[in-house]
């Protein structure tokens, strides 16, 4: 069920007007109005539509069924890379839950029955975790390939220096990437 939630007072507010003036405008009194506001009572069904148009919103945003123009969606820009550069913990927050290592061992070798080193290469590789967990547990030989902004691959380049695997990182937004070799395996765990 959907609940009502009147935004009377923040109209009011926005527009800078007392409870009195909107109670003289409706042909109600200001206690009216206050009760509105505190959801003590509903307004008359038959003032919503002079309600809404006094503040020139529609009855469903009068009403809080929809959200106000300035209430709309504001993108954070989430789905741009950049955004994420210096907020590794909130990216990897829950990380540490995606992989079992018991289970990457069992789909190595029981699901996709990998007994011969292949190249893996992983679209938005953040600092690389994925790939270092994969290339302890692949056939010896096996190479790595992370394709993310400079500063995870600068990251992911530091993380792989504690390791003897061989690893290389492409610096790309992904949209004007050209990859000149071919994988046996491409992954994204974004």
């Given amino acids: 069920m959907t609940t009502i939630k009147l935004k009377i007072a923040e109209l009011r507010k926005n527009r800078g007007i007392a409870q009195q003036d909107l109670a003289d405008v409706l042909g109600v009194s200001f206690q009216s109005v206050s009760k509105w506001e505190t959801g003590v009572t509903m307004p008359d069904i038959t003032l919503l539509p002079s309600i809404a148009e006094y503040f020139n919103v529609s009855v469903d945003e009068l ?96 993380n792989f220096n504690n390791t003897n695997f061989k690893a290389k990182f492409i610096v790309s937004d992904l949209y004007s990437l050209e990859i000149d070799s071919r994988y046996d395996m491409a992954i994204c765990q974004a």
């Avoid at 290469?121 to 190479?143: A, N």
Wanted: proline letters at 4%; aromatic letters at 14%.
């Fill in 63 to 158: 009403l809080g069924l929809k959200p106000l123009l300035q209430q709309v969606y504001m993108p954070r820009d989430t789905d741009n890379r950049d955004s994420w550069n210096d907020k590794i913990d909130k990216l990897y927050k829950n990380r540490k839950y995606f992989w079992n290592d018991d289970y990457l061992k069992f789909l190595i070798e029981n699901v996709w029955n990998i007994t011969s080193p292949i190249d893996v290469i992983e679209y938005r590789c953040g600092e690389g975790q994925l790939g270092i967990k994969l290339l302890e547990l692949l056939p010896e030989g096996s190479t790595y390939t992370g394709v993310d902004n400079e500063y995870f691959t600068n990251k992911a380049k530091l």
